[in-house]
């Protein structure tokens, strides 16, 4: 077992001060300015500081304590728990099937006391750690190998099937998409990726047979919404009221009526952006999307900064999960793709979602402060 | 080292080929943002509003009925209620259960309560109970703390301060029907009701005024956020009655529990002022709906509460008809003013002996001796000389068998037969028929308001129509001055010979009805007495002195009827009275006809802008 003290000792000039120094702080700033817009548009959602917007900038205080301390933290020391937390949110997976709370039909949630859990978004952190790490010191002979993909290809399988259970179409999509995306990072080739792709239509249709008929309803609701208004058409329907009520423009701070009166579901959750983009119009809506866009790209110049595989391959793995939470819930709102439960990061209510993606994000700062770190050639050797 | 190289370089690629990657993709939601927010947003934004905004009517308050004085006499009152919104507690049974301990509950209100709590949404309040007291309102003010989501709330509900006195004038309302529903969407809003009988019904065009309208802004579950606009309705027209509430109220203490109907009318231009039925009802009980209990019981007494007996009831005329039977012979030429017809006690047709009232006949004697003395033969004769169809031609004129023209539902037209009429009905006239009709009796069928009309018009010579609306709103309606009436196609001087006879029946010596004479210095009363046979009485019960109709079941007995106007040499007051299975009219309604017309004379309400007792209260 080794202690950061050891490690520090092998580069002395690396100290606490110069840790914070080398934390990018403009990064920092966006993700405060978007915790901001999320209490903006909460507050309204809420008809004031209540219920939500206090709530969540409590949060978003406590969570960036968290990540500015976890960017101190040596990277080289989380990349030894990658596995232990992959493990850990596997087992979390398989116990929320066996005794998770219900909700809106899922099983998505694990209460630990006053904290609700949600081990699907740990576990994609937990998986682009674990990928990062099993392609750490790989050499680009050993990944075109397929045998050696084989282990990392099962860790993404485990708990794609387990989400899939849940059944989390939405995060189930997501998870596989992170993982796959640390493979491409990793090097994997390209007749790898061509020999995945065929399979995905069988695929496809066969997952389309085992979807809950809620599941159904969305895809059919999804390519003809007007089909069923009342019933599974009518989230979709009603986003896009809000979103054309909005116009260029928007109706103003506290102005939304889709929002304010209820025809939203779930409108401090899933449709958050549906109150931005109502209230403050396209322009609104274009700038909050660039402000998440730069965050994302800003986490992928983080990996193309870092000049250790395992930084590298954690960073793109954390950006594309940022990518696929802002896509797949724009897409929605915009009735792009059928409705999934996925929050907007950092500006939709709940403290499970903001947690996981404060801590993503200490991960990512901390990869940012060590990027010149150089992890030893053997893992005994740190030992 | 080189592949070490290979694989950073790699990536670097793959991460550059990501970020354009993400970067397109989030464009392309900004492209369809774009498209949905601004090339589409105007559809969407109508959608936006048709989806929040919701209009709602507002009932317009009922306009009041007032009497002639401006009594009320159909108005509304504030209904104190208490309403349960259920979403405002956690338990609904307990604060039930804890409102019943306070303000007791019925069986059926539980019942009720229980549905609506079913049906209705959670934030849509159930009404627990209605018409609180103070002592009820209070009790659940302070024990507010105890019963979450309950309130008390204030609707108005139609309040009728005389109650039974009018309830045949005045009518009642009732909630809405099905079939009323489409016609005005006021109706269909909670507490609005409609007009089922009386004026009530008759002027429910101009009582229920007109709606408002309020654009409120709703929610997705149509809970009402706000009010955006408002247009107020107008209230229901104030409908001003010609009747005079004092005055109906002592004629019905003079009536007791009789069946009877008596009518007070102006002569002079139609105005009734009084229009008593008895036994009446509650008009009260409608708004809320009537128990099946309660309606059997008026329906089932044979007294009839339900029906206005003085505009649906329909009786034999009897002897008030011989004045019309007088006139038409008068005025068709069967008869002279000076002709006298002798009377043996009988008139025989063929096999057929048709009898006068007075068993040993009334000697020879003219119509004035005839009316004076009610004298059956001669009408009997006037009548068969005349022919029905002649007596059916002048009789109509005075509103027997036709419509009079009263601004009231349900008004019976009653029957005047003519021979036209018979054949309709597949029959042939005969002689003996047209004798029948001459004395009121066989087909001839009139309403209590048809025989008050007819003295009237006897009186005036003019075409007065009965009406029971004097006012809309303060103006004044047409008919409320004798020249807005046409003079009758009758010959004065047979009019005045007829009025003669009439004031010979009650102040000359030897009249049928001196009980009536009015007693008041320089004013007389001409009446006619009149006593309808219900049951043909048989030859053998009259020879062997067998008949006493005192004695026979009520519902066989005659009926009663005594119709009269006054002042005889100024007439302004017309009365006719008619007690079911009465007996001799002479007898029984005479003397009430006397103390109505007494009263009316004292009180003089046509002649009155402001109610005697009033002027003397406030002066």
Not at chain 1, 18 to 31: C, D, E, F, G, P
Not at chain 1, 67 to 80: F, G, K, T, Y
Not at chain 1, 125 to 135: G, I, P, R, Y
Not at chain 2, 222 to 241: A, C, N
Request: aromatic share 8%; glycine share 10%; hydrophobic share 45%.
């Amino acid at each position: 077992m080794i202690s950061e003290r050891r490690l520090l000792r092998a580069e002395p000039d690396f100290g606490l001060l110069t840790k914070l120094w080398r934390i990018n702080w403009l990064y920092v700033l966006l993700l405060c300015a978007l915790a901001g817009c999320g209490y903006v548009a909460l507050y309204s959602a809420g008809g004031g500081p209540e219920p939500y917007a206090w709530r969540h900038g409590l949060r978003f205080g406590f969570s960036l304590v968290m990540m500015l301390s976890l960017a101190m933290v040596d990277i080289r020391l989380v990349a030894r728990f990658s596995w232990p937390i992959y493990a850990a949110a596997l087992a979390l997976l398989v116990m929320v099937l066996k005794m998770g709370h219900v909700g809106k039909g899922a099983e998505r949630w694990l209460e630990l006391g006053p904290v609700q859990l949600q081990p699907s978004e740990i576990m994609k952190v937990a998986l682009a750690m674990a990928l990062a790490h099993w392609f750490n010191r790989a050499s680009w002979a050993r990944v075109g190998n397929p045998l050696f993909l084989l282990p990392p290809a099962l860790a993404i399988l485990a708990p794609v099937a387990l989400i899939l259970k849940e059944p989390n179409l939405g995060t189930a999509f997501i998870t596989g998409v992170v993982g796959l995306s640390v493979l491409v990072g990793a090097g994997m080739r390209l007749w790898q990726m061509a020999i995945l792709a065929i399979p995905v239509p069988f695929l496809a249709t066969v997952a389309y047979h085992h979807l809950h008929d809620y599941q159904r309803a969305r895809i059919t609701t999804f390519l003809n919404p007007e089909s069923d208004p009342l019933g599974a058409g009518y989230n979709i329907i009603q986003s896009k009221i809000a979103l054309g009520s909005g116009g260029m423009w928007g109706r103003g701070f506290m102005q939304g009526t889709q929002a304010h009166l209820n025809f939203l579901p779930e409108k401090q959750t899933d449709f958050i952006f549906s109150i931005v983009a109502e209230e403050w119009g396209l322009v609104g809506a274009l700038a909050l999307l660039t402000l998440l866009l730069a965050i994302i790209l800003g986490g992928m110049l983080v990996a193309l900064r870092c000049r250790h595989q395992y930084g590298r391959l954690l960073a793109l793995g954390i950006s594309v999960n940022m990518f696929m939470y802002v896509f797949v819930n724009v897409a929605m709102v915009v009735g792009a793709i059928p409705v999934g439960g996925v929050p907007l990061p950092l500006v939709s209510h709940g403290g499970s979602a903001m947690l996981t993606v404060m801590f993503a994000m200490g991960l990512l700062m901390s990869v940012h402060v060590h990027r010149d770190v150089v992890f030893p050639d053997k893992r005994d050797a740190l030992d | 080292m080189k592949q070490e190289g290979t694989r950073n370089g790699v990536f670097t690629r793959r991460a550059l080929l990501l970020m354009a990657g993400q970067t397109a993709a989030l464009g392309a939601l900004g492209v369809k943002l774009y498209r949905v927010q601004v090339e589409q947003g105007a559809r969407y934004a109508t959608l936006a509003d048709s989806n929040r905004m919701s209009a709602r009517l507002i009932a317009p308050p009922r306009g009041r009925i007032l009497d002639r004085f401006g009594e009320v006499l159909a108005g509304n009152s504030l209904n104190w209620r208490a309403l349960f919104l259920a979403e405002q507690t956690t338990d609904v049974a307990g604060t039930l259960a804890a409102f019943d301990r306070i303000v007791s509950l019925e069986d059926h209100d539980r019942a009720r309560i229980e549905r609506d709590l079913k049906h209705n949404r959670r934030f849509i309040p159930v009404t627990l109970k209605e018409f609180l007291d103070w002592d009820q309102m209070a009790r659940i003010e302070v024990n507010a703390p105890d019963l979450p989501g309950v309130f008390v709330d204030v609707g108005t509900t139609r309040r009728y301060p005389f109650g039974p006195d009018l309830a045949h004038i005045v009518g009642y309302v009732a909630p809405p029907s099905d079939a009323d529903l489409g016609l005005d969407p006021v109706l269909a809003l909670p507490g609005v009701r409609v007009g089922r009988a009386g004026i009530e019904q008759f002027r429910e065009e101009e009582l229920r005024g007109d709606a408002g309208e309020v654009q409120m802004e709703v929610n997705a579950v149509g809970r009402i956020i706000r009010e955006l606009d408002r247009t107020e309705g107008s209230p229901g027209d104030e409908v001003g009655l010609t009747i005079d509430v004092a005055l109906q109220r002592s004629i019905l203490a003079q009536l007791g529990d009789t069946a009877a109907s008596a009518v007070v009318m102006d002569c002079t231009n139609g105005e009734v002022l009084a229009m008593t039925t008895t036994p009446s009802f509650d008009p009260a009980l409608f708004d809320s709906g009537v128990s099946q209990a309660q309606w059997n019981e008026w329906t089932s007494d044979r007294k009839t509460p339900l029906i206005n007996k003085a505009t649906a009831g329909v009786y034999p005329p009897g002897s008030t008809f011989k004045m019309a039977v007088g006139l038409a012979g008068l005025r068709c030429g069967a008869i002279t003013e000076t002709d006298r017809i002798s009377c043996p006690g009988y008139i025989d047709l063929g096999d057929t002996r048709f009898h006068c009232w007075r068993k040993h006949g009334h000697g020879s004697q003219d119509l004035h001796g005839a009316l004076k003395h009610s004298c059956d033969v001669f009408f009997y004769e006037v009548a068969r000389r005349a022919g029905i169809d002649a007596v059916a031609q002048t009789a109509n004129q005075f509103s027997f068998g036709v419509d009079t023209g009263v601004d009231l539902p349900g008004a019976r037209r009653g029957l005047m037969p003519t021979t036209a009429w018979r054949r309709r009905h597949g029959h042939v006239w005969t002689v003996g028929d047209t004798i029948g009709c001459g004395i009121g009796q066989g087909f001839v069928l009139a309403t209590p308001l048809q025989l008050a009309t007819y003295v009237s018009r006897i009186a005036t010579g003019r075409a007065v129509v009965p009406h029971v609306t004097r006012t809309i709103t303060g103006t004044l309606q047409t008919g409320a001055k004798p020249d807005d009436y046409p003079v009758l196609d009758v010959p004065e001087s047979a009019l005045q010979l007829v009025r003669a006879g009439m004031f010979a029946v009650v102040n000359e010596g030897g009249g049928t009805a001196p009980h009536a004479r009015l007693g008041l210095p320089g004013m007389q009363l001409a009446g006619k007495t009149g006593s309808s046979q219900v049951r043909r009485v048989s030859r053998w019960a009259r020879e062997h002195g067998h008949f006493n109709s005192a004695q026979l079941p009520w519902e066989f007995r005659p009926h009663a009827l005594f119709v009269c106007f006054a002042p005889y040499d100024a007439p302004r007051y017309a009365v006719a009275v008619v007690v079911e299975h009465g007996n001799a009219g002479a007898d029984v309604a005479a003397p009430l006809a006397r103390d109505i017309m007494r009263d009316t004379i004292t009180r003089d309400p046509a002649r009155r802008t402001v109610a005697p007792g009033q002027s003397v209260a406030s002066g």
